[in-house]
T-cell receptor, first 118, second 115 residues
């Protein structure tokens, strides 16, 4: 259980265009989701936290207008990279917080999206 | 603020040898601790987690970790590694008093298993 499906797995776009990445919780309601960015050989950098029905909370240094996050339903969160540039090329991963029926506690991750801006 | 330090950026080992990947956290309060594995171009897979209870936690693929509060450590161990264990390993921490907040990750340890 607690599966998050992330799409697309890979995307190549032209500089200046926008790209949308989707994360869907398949078998649970994701009230809180997180978006991370991972550079090559580097750790995961938290970009933002999104709660269903409210505005995302961005980490310091993350451009809100460039990385638009929408969490309009309990099963879908999206990250849109607007006016993408080559420096936005990276691996983006979504994650959902999971609170189980018996007080279990954990996080589940999408499979990631490799974005290449040319 | 909580932080996690993974003491080794790279750990090369031979197949069937034991391995320990070290992780220290900095927090004076209670914590939840996690170990994840990441294969190339994939998301993160949970190996094991410590929430409470027994300090020795057993996970998938033969991995285990021991929570040591006095040393603020949560080292990951496997008695005999396989080539397929070659991957990136991340230690992470969260605050149980702030349910639903994001995981804080260490910088990762690259485990390379050779024959």
């Amino acid at each position: 259980g607690a599966v998050v499906s992330q799409h697309p797995s890979r995307v190549i776009c032209k500089s200046g265009t926008s790209v949308k990445i989707e994360c869907r919780s398949l078998d649970f309601q994701a009230t809180t989701m997180f978006w991370y960015r991972q550079f090559p050989k580097k750790s995961l950098m938290l970009m933002a936290t999104s709660n269903e029905g409210s505005k995302a909370t961005y980490e310091q240094g993350v451009e809100k207008d460039k990385f638009l996050i929408n969490h309009a339903s309990l099963t879908l969160s999206t990250l849109t990279v607007t006016s993408a540039h080559p420096e936005d090329s990276s691996f983006y991963i979504c994650s959902a917080w999971v609170q189980g029926l018996y007080g279990d506690y954990g996080y589940t991750f999408g499979s990631g999206t490799r974005l290449t801006v040319v | 603020a909580q932080s996690v330090t993974q003491l080794d950026s790279q750990v090369p080992v031979f197949e069937e040898a034991p391995v320990e990947l070290r992780c220290n956290y900095s927090s004076s309060v209670s914590v939840y601790l996690f170990w994840y594995v990441q294969y190339p171009n994939q998301g993160l897979q949970l190996l094991l987690k410590y929430l409470s209870g027994s300090t020795l936690v057993k996970g998938i693929n033969g991995f285990e970790a021991e929570f040591n509060k006095s040393q603020t450590s949560f080292h990951l161990r496997k008695p005999s590694v396989h080539i397929s264990d070659t991957a990136e390993y991340f230690c992470a921490v969260s605050d149980p008093n702030q349910a639903g907040t994001a995981l804080i990750f260490g910088k990762g340890t690259t485990l390379s298993v050779s024959s």
